[in-house]
Every structure is written in structure tokens, then in C-alpha cells.
């Protein structure tokens, strides 16, 4: 059996290093999930958003053309764009909202890079009539004008960052000085697999409804498990959420496909096990992409999704184990996939999800014709669709 973390721990990585301020909120936040997580009541709370608001069950869809031009194995796509706000993204947010309210907290606050997370997280707050403040890189917010906006629309107010290089990294530290501040009615929503224990938990948690279903639905449409699940990897979220369900089951492999930019060869990458070192980041222990001093580099990929400088402790522990496998994807090969599926399939994936497809691509020689294999397809590529055109040389007005 797959052994439980113990004590926030994921053998050596994960853990909680916070300032004494926080380890009250954090040992609260511990107690309450543990207990909620399998209480009836939050259970029913936590479906009914999951299936009325978010949308599910996400569809399993047979990739039958992408399958024959490959001549095997059998693609299935799990189709985590068709959630409301487009992506996986609202699986963690519902979760993490339902269980502050119901430790009595009145105030979210988040960090984005992005600001995906933000605008899921200002999405569920106001749905369920919470405050929202969000902290994002001045940079930040002036790349992604847009979802600052659609976070102003939903009620949410975004705080610009200045420290530092004036990025995610940056609106981390934010967010966490500003919980410090505010323990007392406000829950900290991080977005994915990673900070101080329970968050990695927590979040692999609420996203593993994916892996549930894929799981059930593979079976109906196969009547066997797929040889293997491949999913995008920037902190882990959406990746923990499909395997969790296949961890213990060794015939099928895990894959991971990390987000290389221009090459893991080069200092334009993101591919944190690829490339990255142990170290100490954002309340864990985990492997960053770090300089000789210890100090998070910058790090680079065309996808926003997956430029976190580090990746979540339960996935450094997957790989250290050898249970499940990380492989480098340039921007290259991404977008090479992102028009490949959207031409076979007629699904403009998410840039990030393109990073897993564009894997299958190159080793779809590795299964055999009966062999299945699920790619989970975080969210919808809409909002890639000027930054593609960009990159292939053609300025579209509306970005
Ligand atoms: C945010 C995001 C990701 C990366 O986050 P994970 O925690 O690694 O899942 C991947 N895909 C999409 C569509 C996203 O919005």
C-alpha cells in the first residue's frame, strides 16, 4: 500500500516551515481537514458544488483521431476544461472555501502568477459570499491585465506586489506576511500541491476526484486499467489528482511532463525535478530551481501555468521512489501539440496540458495498439490562443 504521509511529511519532503505566528492557523487548518475530509455531511456540501457549480462528472472522451493517425495506443482524454472557469483549477478552490467557512473564516486570500488561481479562487469567493484578496507580482499584473480585471468583476481586490523581482515568488512571501497578519478570519487558498503540511495533502485530496472518475471510466469504456496516465506538471495539483487513484496500481505508469521552455540545457526552463536541487521554499521541503546561494531563480516557460519555480514534496517523493516519472517538454513541442490536437480533436487544450499531449506524441511507439492510455486535460486553451498566434509571428488585437 501506498503509505500516508506522516506528520506532513512525504519521507523527507513537505513539512511546515512557517514562523511560530502561523503554526496556530496551520495546526487549526491540519485538525479541521483531517476531520472534515471524511464527515458525511462535508462530504454531501462538497458534491453538491463539485456536480451543480463545477460541473461534474468531467466527460472521459475517446481521442479517436489522434488514436489512428498514431496507430495506437488508445487516447482518452479527461476533460477537466469542460469545469466551470475552465480548468481543474475548481476542484481544490470549492474544497478549500467549504472548509474555511466551516472553520468560521469570512476572508480568502490567494497569490497568483498567472491568474488562474486567482480568478478561480475570486470566482468561488463570490459564490459563496466570502472576501477575496488577491496578491500578484506588479509584473504580474500587468502581463495579465485581463484576469486582473475579471478578478476586479468578481468582487475580488488585487494588491500588486513591489518586492523583489516583483513576481509569483514574490506575491508567495505577500500572501503569507498577510495571513500572519490576519489569521483570525482569513484562510490562505493555495493552488496547489504545495507549502507547508496539510496544504500538499490537502490539495492532492480535494483534485483526486479526478482519478476517481477517471478510474471508474476507464473501466466502463475498457474494461481494463490504461497502461498510463500522463498529466502537466508546474506545482503538481492536476498531476496528484490523476494518479492518486493509480498509485497503487504498478502496472500503470505515471508521467509527468514538466515544462523544459528552450531547453533544460538552458537557463529558460521550468523543469523543477529536471533541473532544480532540494531546498526549503514557500513553508516545504521540495527540490526548487534555485542558484548556487539558495535563492529561487527565474524561471521560464510559455506557459504561465507552469512557470512556479519548484514542485509540490509528494511529487519529489514519487520521483525519488520511482513510482512515477518527469520528463522535460520544450515550449516547442507544445505548441506543436496544442495545434495537433485542436486539428484532430477539434479541443484547443490549455498550453499546459499541450505539455502532456505533446509527450504521448513522441512515445506513443512505447504502448501497443491495445493498450490506453489517459492524458488529463487540465483546462481550455481560449485563453493561449494570442500567445500561440504570437509565437508562430501573427499579432492578434485582443490579448
Ligand atoms: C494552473 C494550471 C496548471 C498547473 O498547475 P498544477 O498545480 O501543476 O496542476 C496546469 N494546467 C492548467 C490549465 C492550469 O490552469
Known amino acids: 500500500m501506498y503509505s500516508m504521509p506522516y506528520q506532513g511529511r512525504f519521507d523527507e519532503f513537505g513539512g511546515q516551515y ?82 474555511a467557512k466551516r472553520l468560521g473564516k469570512t476572508r480568502l486570500i490567494a497569490e497568483t502568477g498567472a491568474g488562474q488561481h486567482g480568478v478561480a479562487t475570486a470566482t468561488v469567493a463570490a459564490y459563496l459570499g466570502m472576501d477575496c484578496d488577491v496578491f500578484m507580482g506588479r509584473e504580474d499584473t500587468k502581463r495579465q491585465a485581463l484576469n486582473v480585471y475579471r478578478m476586479e468583476l468578481l468582487g475580488t481586490k488585487v494588491h500588486p506586489v513591489d518586492t523583489g523581482t516583483a513576481t509569483l515568488k514574490d506575491a508567495v512571501n505577500e500572501a503569507l506576511r498577510e495571513w500572519t497578519r490576519k489569521v483570525s478570519d482569513t484562510h490562505y487558498l493555495i493552488g496547489s500541491v504545495m507549502g507547508p503540511a496539510p496544504f500538499p495533502e490537502m490539495v492532492r485530496h480535494f483534485q483526486s476526484v479526478i482519478s476517481k472518475e477517471m478510474k471508474e471510466q476507464i473501466i466502463e469504456a475498457e474494461g481494463k486499467l490504461p497502461a498510463a496516465v500522463l498529466a502537466c506538471v508546474g506545482g503538481g495539483s492536476n498531476a496528484m489528482g490523476a494518479f492518486y487513484h493509480f498509485i497503487d496500481e504498478p502496472e500503470v505508469r505515471l508521467i509527468g511532463a514538466e515544462a523544459a521552455g528552450r531547453g533544460i540545457e538552458t537557463p529558460y526552463t521550468a523543469a523543477s525535478i529536471n533541473t532544480g536541487t532540494k531546498g526549503v521554499f514557500h513553508g516545504m521541503h521540495s527540490i526548487f530551481n534555485q542558484d548556487e546561494q539558495g535563492q529561487i531563480a527565474p524561471v521560464y516557460s510559455i506557459s504561465a501555468g507552469l512557470d512556479y519555480p519548484g514542485i509540490g514534496p509528494e511529487h519529489a517523493y514519487l520521483n525519488k521512489i520511482g513510482r512515477a516519472e518527469y520528463v522535460p517538454v520544450t515550449d516547442d513541442e507544445a505548441v506543436n501539440a496544442f495545434e495537433v490536437l485542436s486539428k484532430s480533436e477539434g479541443i484547443i487544450p490549455a498550453i499546459e496540458s499541450a505539455h502532456a499531449v505533446a509527450h504521448l506524441l513522441k512515445t506513443a511507439d512505447e504502448y501497443s495498439k491495445d493498450d490506453s492510455v489517459i492524458i488529463n486535460l487540465s483546462g481550455r486553451g481560449d485563453k493561449d490562443v494570442a500567445a500561440i498566434a504570437r509565437y508562430r509571428g501573427k499579432e492578434l488585437y485582443d490579448d
Not at 512557517?18 to 487549526?28: K, Q, R, S, W
Open 18 to 99: 512557517v514562523p511560530e505566528t502561523l503554526m496556530n492557523a496551520i495546526l487549526e487548518l491540519d485538525e479541521a481537514f483531517h476531520y472534515y475530509k471524511d464527515d458525511p455531511e462535508f462530504n454531501k456540501d462538497f458534491n453538491k458544488l463539485l456536480n451543480e457549480y463545477a460541473g461534474r462528472p468531467s466527460l472521459l472522451t475517446f481521442a479517436n483521431n489522434l488514436t489512428n493517425e498514431l496507430g495506437g495506443p488508445k487516447i482518452y482524454l479527461k476533460r477537466e476544461d469542460l469545469n466551470h472557469t475552465g480548468s481543474h483549477k475548481i476542484n481544490n478552490v470549492l474544497g478549500q472555501a467549504l472548509l
